[in-house]
């Protein structure tokens, strides 16, 4: 999040789900939602085909929401900036920004303009392989509408310029003055039921709960008073890759995993599992034995959702009960629960003793933006963030009226860098990976409920009709995909889905798991991973 | 507004079939029939659009002979189940048939379907003897989820809802999304891993927030004596309005399988062996104790859970801040 925490000051999806269904225009850039969010496509899809809305799909891959767009823009994977900044060089010099806009609510345009100069769209269509009239086309097709609402996935954040793709999503925005409206705004949909909410609780290495900065002494002597404990560390931490590489490295020697599994869902599984085998001690606690377990010294076993009372934050900032239904299984308990009974273990009693009272004691009296949120309010639908006071109904979409979290809103300007490992002679398909839809991550879930693995048994490197003319291999018969880090074999998924020289796969499965191919290169602001581009070689077996 | 939206504004209940408020209207059932002063004929209040001034009867008998009709014609090509059938109790078709004293018997010649039940895929199952061509579920799909996969097909006495040539869903581009199975009033489509688990009247439901991924649908837990049978989607609840995917309505079960961890282990050469939580909990105390006595604060670090509630994720950034001193936590989706 730290490219919108950059441009706006708050790293979050602006606007709400209730605003797709009326929506004008979408620019959809970087999501499978049909796939990966399945329910917000739905809704996506309920404006395109019941109300006319327009979409513009900026995607590698024709996969099912492209039969919804009126313009694809099926880029070179990667060459998202050089085609952004394509899109903003027409807007700029047709004049069909919003001025307005620009002049009162943002702030250092003279820079983006100064960048988007240098790439006419020629020069963007010969980066992206997008033509240069369709970046034409898309550019006016966005000044034409009122608002035009921006959703993206980790199709943009998973790449080396993770970040400056966001800024660059962002900075199209702030030109367009979509920001801070109804049927607008910039939205990253989140993969992962909690990702918000371990965000905002501070599962980070750099804030507390309520993004307030662990360098910052006034914060830090407020949580010393609220947790009633002297001196907390002010030095940012590590970021999860580097706790992985300090592991192998000696310098860490405890490393404590929740209810993750690296070693199947991280870029290079090799790598990682040797990691995970150097640490000196470590702590598992999850709801299944994982490939990750293995390596553990101590494991905990911990409830499940549906097994205890909590709260859950949906991308849209939305944060929602989730209720007990049944009781956990043997002696497992709730995740909570064990961190106090360690806490206990170095002489501090934490109060609370259920997830009501840490969320209504604590969480919500630390956080700013949460202050208003109590568990008695959330009978129905939640309630969204910010919501600083017990009388407020929430925030439907921020930065109104262009009032940015940050004050102004900042174009900071970017260049377009090729992934970090590109194709050649040895290695000469471009790999990208993402999720199925009747699976979800390393399957510990679904690969454990009835009837997924009927619908969906293993994995699949899905390739184009052209190259699978050119291999020879026909659908269902098994290559061999080699990267620089590993090799898999699994079937073929012949499919026009994927252009030529694009390799497609997934990490549902440990066989044949796209991570063992991944490549461990990191965006050097966020550390999140290439998972959507490295070099492979595909054969025929 | 039609005269329908007008009435359950106003707690005036009329009877509906092929009416769902999340689809547009459709008039096909007819049992919405209600008398308007002046008309000639009742008119169906889902389609018709209330005016001021107009007056409506809901309830005459001759509205409640043509309701019973309506019921009676239905039931005359319907199979006897009710005993036995999934949707016993939520049943739209049985819930009228009662309220209206309709039987069978008035029509015992008529003719009748046998059509094989459809089990071909892993969640639901499709038995269109039961179907009474509302034309919910056909409708659900292009209006709602947006994917027109199935359709009514032939015509007359043989129409009955398909997919493109018949094929079974799995060949369809069907995402067995399920929302058609929720707007089924009758038993037609039903859940399969629901069968047999328990009757409609003797769930708990329990409201909470789909577990998968960031979109945080609402759903209804049917539970029975403290066992998930069925999951189903909040009608007009934020941010999905009843809608799920196949993974938010149909992957509850992992939470029951046997693989689930029920008690610490500690690790004993190549192996776990069973252990107490005090031993287990005591064991890790001692050792980070030790790590950070010897190697300091910032040896020590942990990943925590982007998926379980936020109250774990407070927890253990707070046990590593406040307890262990460092601020080495993060988790596995910073993006
Ligand atoms: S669909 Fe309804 S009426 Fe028909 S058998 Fe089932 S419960 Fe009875
Ligand atoms: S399960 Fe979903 S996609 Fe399949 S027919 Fe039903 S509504 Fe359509
Ligand atoms: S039902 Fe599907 S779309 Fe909705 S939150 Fe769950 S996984 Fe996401």
């Not at chain 1, 929430?394 to 940050?406: I, P, S, V």
């Not at chain 2, 003897?129 to 097909?153: S, W």
Request: aromatic share 8%.
């Amino acid at each position: 999040m730290a490219g919108l925490a950059t441009s706006f000051g708050s790293g979050a999806m602006t606007n709400s789900f209730n605003e797709f269904s009326s929506a004008k225009l979408f620019l959809i850039i970087g999501s499978n939602m049909t796939e990966a969010h399945p329910v917000a496509a739905t809704l996506v899809k309920n404006a395109v085909v019941n109300r006319g809305a327009r979409m513009i799909l900026i995607d590698p891959r024709a996969h099912r929401l492209a039969e919804f767009a009126d313009i694809h823009c099926r880029l070179n994977v990667g060459s998202d900036i050089a085609l952004l900044n394509g899109i903003m060089h027409v807007l700029i010099a047709e004049n069909l920004y919003d001025k307005d806009y620009v002049e009162n609510f943002t702030e250092n345009f003279e820079a983006l303009k100064a960048k988007a100069a240098e790439y006419p769209p020629e020069r963007a269509s010969a980066i992206s392989g997008v033509s240069a009239d369709t970046i034409r086309a898309a550019a006016r097709m966005l000044a034409s509408a009122n608002a035009a609402m921006v959703i993206y996935t980790l199709g943009i954040t998973e790449h080396v310029c993770g970040t400056h793709n966001v800024m660059s999503v962002a900075n199209l925005q702030m030109l367009l003055g979509n920001v801070g409206l109804k049927g607008g705004g910039v939205n990253p949909l989140r993969g992962q039921n909690n990702v918000q909410g371990a965000c905002d609780m501070g599962a980070l290495p750099n804030v507390f709960p309520g993004y307030q900065r662990v360098e910052d002494a006034a914060v830090r002597a407020k949580f010393e008073k609220a947790w009633d404990v002297k001196e907390l560390p002010g030095k940012e931490g590590l970021k999860s890759p580097a706790m992985l590489e300090l592991a192998k490295s000696g310098n860490v020697k405890a490393l404590w995993i929740f209810g993750e599994n690296l070693a199947n869902s991280e870029p290079d599984i090799s790598h990682v599992e040797r990691c995970l085998e150097s640490c000196e001690f470590l702590v598992c606690q999850d709801i299944f034995p994982t490939e990750t377990t293995r390596f553990a010294d101590v494991i905990f076993p911990a409830a499940a959702w549906s097994e205890n009372e909590g709260t859950f934050t949906s991308s849209e900032r939305r944060v929602n009960m989730t209720r007990a239904a049944s009781k956990a299984p043997g002696a497992a308990m709730p995740n909570w629960w064990i961190f106090k009974q360690i806490a206990k273990r170095f002489g501090q009693e934490w109060k609370p003793d259920s997830a009501q009272e840490i969320w209504d004691n604590e969480v919500s009296a630390l956080a700013p933006a949460l202050a208003g949120i109590k568990y008695h309010r959330l009978t129905n639908d939640g309630i969204q963030w910010p919501c600083p006071s017990i009388d407020h109904p929430g925030t439907g979409f921020l930065h109104k009226d262009g009032k940015f979290t940050r004050g102004k809103g900042l174009f900071t300007p970017v260049d377009w860098v090729p992934p970090a490992e590109i194709p050649d002679e040895e290695y000469p398909f471009v790999l990208s990976t993402g999720r199925r839809l009747t699976h979800y991550h390393t399957r510990t879930q679904t690969g454990r409920c009835q009837g997924f693995d009927d619908v969906l048994g293993e994995e699949s490197a899905d390739i184009s009709p052209e190259d699978a003319e050119r291999l020879g291999v026909s659908g269902g018969e098994k290559v061999r995909v080699c990267s620089r880090r590993g090799s898999v074999e699994v079937k073929a998924k012949v499919t026009k889905e994927v252009p030529p020289g694009l390799v497609w796969m997934a990490f549902h499965f440990r066989e044949g798991c796209a991570n063992w191919l991944t490549n461990a290169a990191f965006d050097s602001i966020t550390q999140t991973a290439e998972y959507k581009a490295c070099a492979v070689s595909v054969e025929k077996i | 507004m039609t005269i329908l939206d007008v009435a359950r504004k106003n707690g005036v209940r009329i009877p509906t079939l092929c009416h769902e408020s999340a689809l547009e209207p459709y008039g096909a059932c007819r049992i919405c029939v209600v008398e308007v002063e002046g008309a000639r004929a009742p008119v169906a209040s889902c389609c018709v659009p209330a005016a001021q001034g107009m007056a409506v009867r809901t309830e005459t008998p001759r509205i409640q002979r043509a309701r019973r009709a309506i019921i009676e014609l239905l039931l005359s090509d319907h199979p006897e189940d009710c005993l036995s059938c999934e949707k016993a109790g939520a049943c739209s078709l049985q819930e009228y048939a009662y309220e209206f004293g309709a039987r069978k018997s008035r029509y015992p010649s008529a003719e009748k379907h046998n059509y094989a039940a459809l089990d071909d895929n892993p969640f639901y199952v499709r038995d269109y003897n039961k179907c009474i061509l509302c034309g919910r579920c056909v409708r659900t799909c292009a209006e709602v989820q947006g994917d027109c996969v199935i359709d009514f097909a032939h015509r007359g006495y043989d129409t009955a809802v398909s997919t493109p040539i018949n094929r079974g869903l799995i060949e369809s581009q069907c995402v067995l999304c399920g929302n058609c199975v929720q707007s089924c009033p009758v038993g037609a489509l039903t859940e399969k891993k629901s069968i047999r688990m328990g009757r409609s009247w003797e769930m708990e439901k329990v409201r909470t927030t789909c577990p998968y991924c960031g979109v945080g649908c609402q759903q209804w837990l049917h539970v029975k004596d403290g066992k998930i049978v069925k999951v189903t989607g909040v009608k007009n609840a934020e941010p999905n309005r009843g809608r799920l995917c196949v993974k938010g309505r149909f992957g509850y079960d992992f939470i029951y399988s046997e693989e689930r961890l029920k008690t610490p282990l500690i690790r004993e050469g190549d192996a776990f062996r069973e252990a107490t939580w005090d031993e287990a909990l005591d064991l890790t105390a001692d050792k980070i104790k030790e790590i950070i006595k010897k190697h300091g604060p910032d040896a020590v670090a942990g990943v925590s859970c982007a998926r379980s509630i936020n109250e774990d994720s407070y927890n253990m950034q707070k046990l590593f801040r406040s307890v262990f001193k460092t601020n080495n936590i993060d988790h596995c989706a910073r993006v």
